[in-house]
C-alpha cells in the first residue's frame, strides 16, 4: 500500500489473445513483403519466408503464439 492506495492484480486463466493456428501462421509469412527494410527484430522478409521457414515452421508457430 502506497499513501493509502492499494494495488489490485488481476488473474486470468484466459489468455487475451487467442492462439493463431499453423494455417494462420503460415499466411502470415506468406503475406510478408520482401526486399523491405527489416524492422525492430532485425530478422528480413527472406529469411522468414526461405526453405529454411520449412523446417523452422514449428519454431516460428511458436514464436508468434508466445508473442
Not at 506468406?30 to 528480413?44: A, F, G, T, V, Y
Request: aromatic share 2%; hydrophobic share 40%; proline share 4%.
Amino acid at each position: 500500500m502506497y499513501m493509502g492506495v492499494r494495488q489490485a492484480e488481476i488473474h486470468t486463466a484466459k489468455p487475451l489473445v487467442r492462439e493463431q493456428s499453423v494455417v494462420e501462421a503460415e499466411r502470415a509469412v506468406e503475406k510478408l513483403k520482401r526486399h523491405k527494410s527489416p524492422s525492430i527484430d532485425q530478422i528480413p522478409a527472406e529469411l522468414i519466408n526461405s526453405e529454411l521457414y520449412l523446417t523452422m515452421r514449428s519454431g516460428i508457430h511458436k514464436l508468434i503464439n508466445s508473442i
